[in-house]
């Protein structure tokens, strides 16, 4: 699932698809009605990848409970946003038990499933790629490190100087 093109513009609602970007403005696609249009760069922007819910522990990014809601809906449609705040907070408890009831309000969560119904309609939801687990003796196998030379002790520096300054004086020498 890519977010990175995927924007909310503040006023507006909806998503919409980062096109192009012209002088002092962006060209954007309504996911919606797929209608091109001209924002300026002054409205109030935001990119759903940067988009996170707040945890009791930890913030979730929107990449993340998408494809919760993907998964436990086997790939289907989530909950309508015109529900309940009560119904949506149960709906949500399911799908991710350690949501900050506190700091996520009701409307925080109509857009959520808002936003989910957009991009599933879409087929832009998808589910996390399954990472398959590498066997111990590859995850244990590092490679060499680098190692660097270590310096001189000081007197073997004082030794090559004085070497060097002989050498030094009889170039001189010779010049004269």
Do not use: C
Not at 28 to 34: S, W, Y
Not at 108 to 116: E, S, V
Request: aromatic share 6%.
């Amino acid at each position: 699932m890519d977010l990175t093109k995927i924007i909310s513009i503040s006023g507006k609602p909806g998503l919409f698809k980062l096109v192009s970007q012209a002088k002092g403005s962006f060209i954007v696609e309504d996911l919606d009605k797929g209608k091109k249009t001209s924002i300026s760069a002054h409205n109030n922007v935001s990119l759903l990848e940067n988009v996170a819910i707040y945890g009791v522990s930890d913030e979730f990014p929107l990449k993340e409970v998408f494809t919760r809601i993907f998964n436990k809906e086997n790939g289907g449609t989530a909950i309508s946003h015109k529900e309940s705040g009560a119904n949506l907070r149960k709906y949500i408890e399911e799908v991710l038990p350690e949501y900050d009831e506190s700091r996520v309000y009701d409307s925080d969560l109509k857009k959520l499933f808002q936003w989910y119904n957009i991009l599933q309609a879409k087929g832009l939801v998808t589910p996390a790629p399954e990472t398959e687990e590498a066997p111990a003796e590859a995850k244990t196998e590092e490679k060499p490190k680098k190692t660097k030379k270590a310096a001189a002790p000081k007197a073997d520096k004082e030794e090559a100087a004085e070497k060097k300054a002989p050498k030094k004086a009889a170039a001189k020498k010779k010049e004269d």
